[in-house]
């Protein structure tokens, strides 16, 4: 490895721009003539529209525009979509109700849009929004899964009966039956995956601007995925054609899924922005964001593990209703389904599966993928049965789980997934370690003289990363190829210009695909330009999610440069008068193997452009470009341990330790890697002991702001101890598997196994606030 | 509207304002100094955090009006020049940040942190004078070095200077 190649901690070039205030996020944007937008929002969960009037609106000062969905109706720009076609175990497919980027006739959950003002000023376009006259009806609400599956709950489409989207299954239901029929031994458990906010630091934003003279409109908006945005937007919603759309997602500001998806005010800004004439810029507050930004998880789950005299696991069955809120987003149906029923195999060899997914239309906002995206309910699942299992069999957590790893590869599960390469043994082993599994009991004791008690918890998880292989994922309903696309220019005087589909919202691209090119060509990464997030800069690409970046991402960029890497040689042969067999890179030089004849790099490239001695036929200038579709999915897995004191007097829990260890395959730079793995640990004890996404009965959410949905602060952490192991991924060139959902993955059950193994119930539901452990508490010592 | 002077990163700026403009929009919008950021609207996670005659405020809670009168330091204006402030240098140097949107906040806040306690920092007081500030990407863990190594850093440039 050189200083900058794979595997070196390089600080990351885009920081320089981050720590003086150079960052430039979508709200940063300015465009001549830009005007402001406010959006008009339903204030009830379920209501028909009777009546808008924005007479009184337009009226007011520095008003531009009021526009209403009648009107974008009217202008032919179509109802957002699902891009994942699921079909029902009957065969029927999906039941999509229909979802009007501004609502028309119907509202269906608090802070749907229904009219847009444009102003001068944000501020003026606030107080016009307000003065909108909206006449609602209001419907009867349901905000449950379970309750509006049920008889008789208010129905929130015509086109899905019973507010049931799909009734789905998958695997083998009379082996599991037979299993658990025949077993030793069966496990049992109801758990539910809380609601969660994605809240990224940095809230939506979308920017429109028509130019007419051009007849072209670009969009700046917080995306991870601009390409996609362009193509949904120009192909299924008509706001513009493809080649006359551009859009560009500059610096963002945290994604973690919630920004994949195309929601109605990119498409009504660039649209009004016709309609108006002047560029129309929108940001979300945060309550606009809690109320609109796609929501994650929520997910009401029973399962039954069986297993036979030997403790081996032999079936497993679950079934799942998940709550898809008040409209399919474009990635929801996939996630309760082929995301997550096929990792219900865990890290198990378990030879009977059946898992069957029912989801339901809620008078809630749009659920969709957040970090993780049916992985972490997967695990969730998994971890806690395995785990309640072992205490009902008298066994140690550690060695039930050792006894049932997979072990030989490549391993084919009853849920779809072949497991490439793993060795989870290694993992367990690693985290026991870090962890001082053995010295618990001392450290229990010890607790209890101070009046705490200390519990551990464990959890083995497995993903499915850098989502692939195209034609696969088509077969199981996706709407798009899951390739991604690079393209490597070398300039004239030698640096480099990667353009790549990937989007960074803080993954550090800038610097690890960097790495790459310097480990290849020798190039200093200072010289090395990463370029993404502009659709006409970058032809075509699939975005940044389910950590596909460096496994599929970086390896386009490997084609790329392979393909570069064969015309320098040629070049360099020629000029050095020697075999392209011989010519081997070597920090910045081409040479002839066994001679002392070189040629700089920076001489090659400029050869290349100047042209006047290349080899016979060759086109001047060198610049390739690749698509890489993956041969399979990649499975990140690892180990992760947590350590809690709780307070039996008041139910608070503190985590005293937590313990990583990932198996992510190769890794190109550990310290970002790392952060990856912090980051996702603390959304995932998050999740675990204090966020929750919760509506009132009427529909009205209730944690719509920082003072009342509960964000991790630096005061509800500890510092994590990591360690990664590498087997590599035998699917892609650069043995990559992904690390950046591993921690919201791993961490949730980890922590409740942790926290029920202290207060001895294992009746507890996330998320684990103090109120709600202390009454666990109370129940256990009741019995 | 009210007219209003301050002194903003060593430059005296004027301007007249809406009387409900926050201080944050008056630096983001009327100075174009975007590197302070609004992430909520309850004064809850400290992505607006500029320094006031030498403390920490959050931005968004008070009016461009109140602050008139005043010297405020935004994170464009920490450095010195090319040279990185302490703290801008460490968090870089540890990794604290990914997407950035909460580093300028988390910046200010630190450096204000470190002013106040020249004794030296440990973990537990970082974290605690944390508490209005949320960064959703890094889980805090670098952050937090970041913090004890400038603090190291400056205290012991300090102990040099005196
Ligand atoms: S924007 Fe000031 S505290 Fe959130
Ligand atoms: S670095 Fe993204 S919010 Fe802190």
Redesign the pocket.
């Known amino acids: 490895m050189g200083i900058e190649g794979i595997g070196a901690r390089v600080a990351r070039k885009e920081d320089k721009r981050f720590i003086t205030g150079a960052g430039r996020y979508v709200d940063d944007m300015v465009v001549p003539g830009m005007k402001h937008a406010a959006f008009v929002r339903s204030p009830h969960a379920h209501a028909e529209i009777e009546s808008i009037d924005v007479a009184a609106a337009k009226k007011m000062p520095g008003v531009i525009g009021v526009l209403t969905g009648k009107e974008i109706k009217a202008d032919g720009i179509g109802n957002l979509i699902c891009g994942w076609m699921i079909h029902s175990k009957d065969g029927t497919p999906m039941k999509m109700g229909a979802w009007s980027p501004m609502a028309t006739d119907r509202v269906r959950f608090v802070g749907e849009a229904v009219a847009i003002v444009v102003a001068e000023t944000k501020g003026q376009a606030r107080d016009a929004a307000e003065a909108v006259v909206v006449n609602y009806k209001e419907l009867p609400a349901v905000i449950d899964a379970v309750a509006a599956l049920e008889e008789g709950a208010p129905q929130l489409h015509p086109e899905a009966e019973g507010n049931l989207i799909y009734d789905w299954e998958i695997g083998d239901a009379a082996a599991a039956d037979k299993a658990i029929a025949s077993a030793a031994h069966v496990t049992k458990l109801k758990l539910v995956n809380n609601r969660l906010v994605p809240n990224a630091m940095e809230p939506r934003a979308a920017l429109g601007h028509y130019d007419k003279a051009e007849d072209h409109y670009t969009c700046w908006t917080t995306s991870q995925n601009p390409h996609v945005a362009r193509v949904v937007m120009s192909a299924f919603y008509n706001v513009a054609p493809e080649n006359k759309l551009r859009v560009i997602a500059p610096d963002v500001g945290g994604g973690f899924g919630s920004k994949i998806f195309i929601y109605p005010e990119e498409i009504v800004c660039l649209w009004a922005s016709k309609k108006t004439g002047v560029p129309v810029k929108w940001v979300a507050d945060r309550t606009e964001s809690f109320l609109t930004d796609a929501h994650g998880r929520d997910h009401v789950t029973e399962v039954q593990m069986a297993f036979d005299a030997d403790n081996r696991m032999t079936g497993l069955k679950v079934d799942t209703i998940a709550n898809l809120g008040g409209y399919m987003s474009l990635f929801s149906s996939s996630v309760p389904t082929y995301l997550y029923a096929t990792l219900l195999s865990g890290q198990y060899a378990i030879p009977a599966i059946h898992c069957n997914v029912r989801t339901a239309y809620t008078n809630t906002a749009p659920v969709d993928a957040y970090r993780g995206a049916g992985r972490p309910e997967a695990t969730y699942v998994m971890e806690r049965v395995v785990e309640t299992a072992a205490r009902e069999l008298g066994v140690s957590p550690a060695e039930l789980r050792r006894k049932n790893f997979i072990t030989e590869f490549p391993y084919q599960t009853p849920v779809i997934m072949a497991y490439d390469a793993g060795d989870y043994a290694a993992s367990l082993d690693a985290a026991m370690k870090a962890a001082d599994y053995a010295g618990f009991e001392a450290r229990r004791a010890e607790a209890k003289s101070r009046g705490k008690l200390r519990g551990i918890g464990m959890s083995c998880y497995i993903e499915a990363c850098g989502i692939a292989p195209s034609q696969a994922v088509g077969s199981l309903g996706a709407g798009v190829g899951l390739w991604e696309s690079a393209e490597v220019r070398v300039n004239m005087a030698g640096t480099i210009e990667v353009l790549t589909g990937s989007h960074s919202h803080g993954q550090g691209h800038e610097t690890t695909f960097a790495q790459l090119v310097n480990q290849r060509f020798g190039v200093p990464i200072e010289q090395v330009s990463i370029v993404h997030g502009d659709t006409d800069k970058v032809q075509m690409g699939m975005g940044t999610y389910g950590s596909r970046s460096g496994a599929v991402g970086m390896s386009a960029i490997v084609k790329a440069l392979d393909k570069v890497e064969a015309k320098a040689k040629k070049i360099a042969a020629h000029l050095l008068e020697a075999d392209e067999a011989d010519i081997v890179i070597e920090n910045g030089e081409l040479k002839v193997a066994g001679t002392d004849k070189t040629l700089p790099w920076f001489q090659m490239a400029l050869a290349a452009y100047a042209a006047h001695n290349l080899p016979a036929g060759m086109e001047p200038g060198l610049k390739e470009g690749a698509f890489y579709d993956p041969s399979n999915f990649t499975f990140p897995a690892g180990c992760y341990i947590c350590e809690v004191e709780v307070d039996p007097d008041t139910g608070t829990t503190e985590i005293v330790q937590f313990v990583a260890a990932d198996d992510f395959g190769n890794i190109i730079n550990p310290m970002i890697v790392e952060g990856q793995v912090h980051g996702g640990i603390a959304q995932g004890v998050g999740q675990a002991l204090l966020e929750g996404c919760r509506y009132d009965q009427s529909g009205q959410l209730i944690t719509a702001s920082y003072m009342d949905y509960t964000m991790p602060r630096a005061g509800d952490l500890p510092s994590f101890t990591v360690s990664t192991s590498n087997t590599p991924c035998p699917g892609n060139p650069l043995g990559i598997k992904g690390c950046g959902e591993a921690g919201a993955i791993g961490s949730p059950p980890a922590v409740i196994n942790a926290v029920t193994d202290a207060i001895g119930n294992n009746d507890l539901t996330m998320p684990a606030t103090p109120l709600t452990v202390w009454a666990a508490l109370k129940a256990a010592t009741r019995h | 509207m009210s007219e209003i002077e301050m002194v903003v990163n060593g430059r005296t700026v004027t301007g007249n304002v809406e009387d409900r403009t926050l201080l944050?929009h008056f630096l983001r919008e009327n100075l174009g100094l975007t590197g302070t950021h609004?992430?909520?609207d309850t004064?809850?996670?400290?992505?607006?955090v500029v320094h006031l005659d030498g403390k920490a405020v959050?931005?968004?809670?008070m009016l461009a009006a109140q602050a008139s009168g005043s010297t405020v330091v935004t994170i464009e204006g920490l450095a010195d020049g090319a040279d990185l402030h302490p703290v801008q240098a460490a968090f870089r140097e540890h990794h604290g940040l990914q997407c950035g949107f909460c580093t300028p906040g988390m910046i200010m806040a630190a450096t204000d942190m470190i002013a106040r306690h020249p004794e030296g920092l440990d973990e537990k007081t970082v974290r605690s004078e944390l508490e209005g500030n949320i960064c959703r990407c890094t889980g805090y863990h670098n952050i937090v070095k970041a913090i004890l190594a400038a603090s190291e850093t400056m205290s012991k440039g300090a102990a040099r200077a005196a």
């Open positions: 944050v609004v992430g909520c004064s809850q996670c400290g992505a607006c959050k931005s968004c809670s």
